[in-house]
């Protein structure tokens, strides 16, 4: 149980990433194997997080704690609950995708591409499992920083527009943040634990600008609507491997904090507030669906197909039920497998004929037929099919919203229709129809490697879909620890 | 003739769902799109407030001049501001 698993989590990506760095990008082949084993050693050692977990218990599991700024009481204090600990393991699975993704693709400085990654993923590993606020801020920070670089220099032609304006939005964001850390520090008498914020009683107003701090935070993370315009720009000039990171771990990181902070520290205000987040995560769910609906690119589609999804897992957080909870949890687990292989998809289409546009293909089945076959898996995935994992969540938080009002719970639901309808009519106008453009019929279909990372998210996504039970069961002792707090007032 | 043409084109059923429904939910997701998130959320919100940012910095830019007697005469209009709501204070 001491072996520090966390810690290995954080540490082995990101001081593994050093030595990619020295090999230098000349040496591509060397490279490339040592942050596969860098990325498959790191998340080697997170599988004792799940194998070793107490399903029972609903407290923080494999606690480390080290004085880091004694002055100030600051802590390096780690630990996982039951919904922290599946996005370790999620994150340190897909930067495994990912280092395979950017295997031949990546043709300028793939040494430091490898490297941004697994440091990324170490930093993404510290912010779920970070249990002292400041610490948990200065991952927070750190991880813009790689995925800035990442936009920045491996991006499209818009790349510069799009890397300020996602590293301006979410700096904003957190900088409120720091704010209502700081307060929650100098009202706790000095103390940097999470936990102990969760159990301080505050009034009325100060919980209400507390949480308004985080959301204004989170919110951009999520992104939820009105902040969420950055995420559209940032995924198309995004390179694919830095898509799939922002959609299956980056988004993950605003949903968490909600749960982490804002509900457990501001259980009156969030119950408060709740109607204005379902309002909002309602307008994301609806406005997105149809503004998805009229894309021309297919990255910006997933993109905002994302945030409409990521509007039903905030909307589950706010209705206070184990079924909403439980249900967004999952949810996010599969929205991180689902859109992770969409942008794959996407991704393997665009190296092959440099263009994301819907209108440029038509036909591609007939020169790729395995590959349809997967991307037609994963658009059903997207729509929320059952025994895909998109249903398990969906289904959830739609029942939770039922019991919770009808009509929210219906509103919630529109979202199956539309999500049906700009996916599949994607998936047609791409995949099915006659060959128009020549450059399709030229089309190769996808080789070895391409074919492995497809279907190992393939089966994450079925086994998922089939049996979630494995990742409820982690979740469910401390969602339920999480709603007895939340329901009891602090005021 | 005009019964087989109906019941031939199924009671029109097809087209009236494309036309409304679907051409609907296109239009008002394409109004959404360029009026909501580009010219609402992006032109005025985002980029918005960093025009009213550069517009308000380029006008106080042209205070700063670096003439000493301009920023004299400011000062002694300071003085005499602040002179006359000292002897007129009640």
């Known amino acids: 149980m001491n072996a520090n698993f966390l810690s290995l989590a954080i540490w082995v990506p990101i001081l593994g990433a050093i030595p990619v760095l020295l090999l230098g990008s000349e040496r591509r082949f060397l490279v490339r194997w040592l942050a596969l084993t860098v990325a498959l050693a790191g998340f080697a050692v997170t599988l004792p997080l799940y194998i070793g977990f107490d399903t029972t218990q609903a407290g923080m599991q494999f606690v480390e704690q080290i004085p880091w700024v004694p002055r100030f009481n600051l802590q390096y204090l780690l630990g996982v609950d039951g919904i922290s600990m599946p996005f370790v393991l999620l994150n340190s699975f897909i930067t495994v995708i990912v280092v395979l993704a950017g295997w031949k693709v990546i043709e300028k400085k793939q040494a430091q591409y490898m490297a941004a990654f697994l440091i990324m993923s170490g930093l993404m590993n510290g912010i779920f499992s970070a249990l002292d606020g400041i610490l948990f801020y200065v991952f927070f920070e750190a991880s813009l920083i790689p995925m800035y670089l990442i936009i920045g220099v491996w991006g499209g032609p818009k790349r510069v527009y799009a890397a300020i304006k996602f590293f301006l939005y979410t700096l904003l964001g957190s900088l409120l943040m720091l704010v209502a850390l700081i307060w929650l520090f100098l009202a706790s008498g000095g103390s940097a634990n999470i936990l102990d914020w969760h159990q301080l009683p505050l009034g009325m107003t100060p919980q209400i600008l507390i949480f308004i701090a985080f959301l204004v935070s989170f919110a951009v993370k999520v992104p939820m609507w009105p902040v969420h315009t950055w995420l559209p720009d940032a995924h198309v000039e995004a390179p694919t491997g830095g898509s799939v990171v922002l959609a299956a771990i980056a988004l993950k990181l605003g949903a968490y904090g909600f749960v982490r902070f804002s509900l457990p520290i501001a259980p009156d205000a969030s119950h408060y507030l709740a109607p204005l987040m379902i309002a909002l995560s309602l307008t994301a769910v609806i406005y997105i669906g149809f503004v998805a609906l009229v894309q021309t690119d297919m990255k910006k589609l997933v993109a905002y197909s994302s945030i409409s999804h990521m509007g039903f897992v905030t909307l589950g957080f706010f209705i206070f039920s184990p079924l909403g909870i439980e249900g967004s949890l999952v949810q996010m687990i599969s929205h991180g497998f689902i859109s992770a292989a969409m942008f794959l998809c996407i991704g393997i289409m665009y190296d092959r004929m440099h263009s994301r546009q819907i209108a440029d293909y038509g036909g591609v089945v007939n020169t790729m037929p395995r590959f349809a076959a997967f991307f037609m898996l994963f658009s059903m995935a997207n729509v929320g099919l059952p025994a895909t994992s998109g249903f398990v969540g969906e289904f959830m938080v739609i029942l939770g919203a039922v019991k919770f009002n009808f009509w929210v719970g219906m509103a919630a639901a529109v979202t199956l229709v539309l999500g049906a309808a700009y996916t599949l009519w994607m998936y047609k106008r791409v995949v099915f129809g006659p060959i128009t453009n020549p450059h399709v019929a030229d089309l190769s279909d996808i080789g070895f490697r391409e074919f492995l990372i497809l279907a190992l998210l393939a089966v994450c996504v079925l086994a998922m879909g089939l049996y979630p039970y494995p990742f409820t069961e982690v979740m469910h002792a401390s969602v339920d620890n999480l709603l007895k707090h939340v329901a009891a007032s602090k005021l | ?90």
Request: hydrophobic share 50%; charged share 15%; net charge positive.
């Open chain 2, 1 to 90: 003739m005009p019964l087989y043409t109906l019941l031939d084109n199924k009671y029109y059923f097809d087209k009236f769902n494309a036309v409304v429904f679907a051409g609907g939910a296109r239009l008002l997701g394409r109004g959404l799109w360029k009026g909501g998130d580009q010219a609402l959320i992006d032109g005025f919100m985002v980029n918005g407030s960093a025009h009213v940012v550069g517009w308000f910095a380029g006008l106080v830019k042209k205070l700063q001049t670096g003439y000493i007697y301009q920023y004299a005469f400011g000062m002694i209009l300071g003085v005499a501001a602040f002179l006359t709501y000292w002897f007129n204070r009640i």
